[in-house]
């Protein structure tokens, strides 16, 4: 078992950035029983931390990379320890300093990210030439807002509608946009929760030095893993720029009469809340304002909706990682949009997503649900 007492490196990674948190714990074990691992399987977060307040982890174990970051545990400890930052900090230590084994798919995610600039390992300079035939232009100083879509958005055939969606709709509503290609990277948010820091400071540098040569000072984005890490840690190196969800922007867009709706889409919908977008960010009306105003579209609410959402299970690194049938919170939260007789589940994320779209992938949902974008639906109707 490696724990952290041989490693100098490693009790200072957790000093710098879980240390306050792990003075605060009282091992009270509320966060466990939260934890949504804990309905699939068994996670003891209070466990982890306690080892971590006593040096004694045991980082070869898979525990370790479970944590998703999804901020429930969070939202009811009593003294408001940062689980995710703890986990993070034990997570780093295995990829920095090398005490125990990162899995095999973070790896490679790891390795495309830090060589060519996105986790799926494509070409720096196919990230912008599918928009060419839509007709967007380069970001150019003057601009007034840069697109900035999420790398899934950008080279995964399903995550690319989502990104083509709020292309069409921003030309239709007339916005000023642009979109940079080659010299912008992944946004880094994953690889920063995973535990590698050293990745996602230098794509932290280079992003902002590509954005204040090009003269950045809005941005629009479709990932709130971008939205989250822009407007939270990009500022502590140096970010300075406004950066609004495509939610929000649509929200602003219909308060403004600039989204026309031609066509009624007699629909039942159901809207899964992102962690970054609504317990990290708080962004829970402007969805539900965008949805309730497409014409025909009836929004029901699951179970666990805002602030109790339950996460797809998809953030820090676990996207990447295989989480075995039975284990996978998106099959429950599949069966809370069918327990509403919903017929589309709205999402607003690419992890989100990706993982729903994994899931309905398995015969026993049949043909029930329908998995949109909130922006296709928006392109849909208009
Ligand atoms: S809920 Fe908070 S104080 Fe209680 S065990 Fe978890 S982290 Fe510690
Ligand atoms: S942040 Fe979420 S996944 Fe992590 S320990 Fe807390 S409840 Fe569990």
């Known amino acids: 078992m490696a724990t952290l007492a041989p490693y100098k490196e490693a009790a200072q990674i957790i000093e710098e950035e879980g240390g306050e948190a792990l003075k605060l714990c009282y091992q009270c074990g509320l966060c466990t029983a939260v934890c949504p691992w804990n309905r699939v399987t068994s996670f003891t977060p209070r466990k982890l931390i306690h080892q971590a307040q006593l040096g004694l982890v045991d980082f070869e174990h898979d525990e370790v990379w479970r944590c998703v970051s999804c901020k429930l545990c969070v939202d009811r400890c009593p003294r408001g320890v940062r689980v995710m930052d703890i986990m993070r900090a034990l997570r780093r230590v295995i990829v920095e300093v090398g005490a125990g084994i990162t899995p095999d798919a973070l790896r490679l995610s790891m390795k495309n990210t830090s060589g060519v600039g996105n986790p799926l390992g494509e070409e720096r300079e196919k990230r912008t030439d599918w928009v060419k035939e839509l007709g967007v232009k380069t970001f150019t100083k003057g601009t007034e807002i840069l697109y900035f879509p999420c790398c899934y958005q950008i080279y995964d055939p399903f995550g690319k ?36 820091e050293s990745i996602f400071q230098n794509l932290v540098q280079s992003n902002i030095s590509a954005f204040a040569e090009a003269g950045v000072r ?3 984005v479709t990932s709130p893993h971008c939205y989250h890490t822009f407007t939270e840690e990009y500022p502590e190196f ?18 403004e009469g600039k989204l026309e709706f031609t066509k009624k889409l007699n629909k039942k919908v159901t809207y899964h809340d992102s962690c970054c977008l609504g317990r990290y960010a708080g962004l829970y009306d402007e969805p539900r304002q965008v949805l309730e105003s497409i014409p025909g579209l009836e929004l029901v609410e699951m179970r666990e909706n805002r602030e109790h959402a339950l996460c797809c299970g998809g ?20 069966a809370q949009a069918i327990e509403v007789e919903a017929n589309v589940l709205a ?19 049949g043909d029930a649900l329908e998995l949109k974008d909130i922006a296709q639906l928006v392109e849909e109707a208009m």
Request: positive net charge.
């Open 315 to 334: 953030c820090a690194g676990r996207f990447w990682m295989e989480t075995k049938k039975g284990e996978r919170w998106s099959d429950l939260r599949i």
């Open 238 to 255: 140096g970010g300075d720029f406004e950066v609004i969800h495509f939610v929000q922007y649509l929200s602003e867009l219909l308060r």
């Open 218 to 220: 809005k941005i629009v």
């Open 161 to 196: 509608r989502v990104a083509r969606a709020a292309v069409n709709i921003m030309k239709k509503a007339g916005v000023d946009f642009g979109m940079l290609g080659a010299e912008v990277s992944c946004c880094g948010e994953s690889m920063r929760k995973a535990g590698s």
């Open 347 to 365: 999402v607003a994320c690419p992890y989100c997503m990706l993982n729903f779209q994994d899931s309905l992938l398995s015969p026993e949902w």
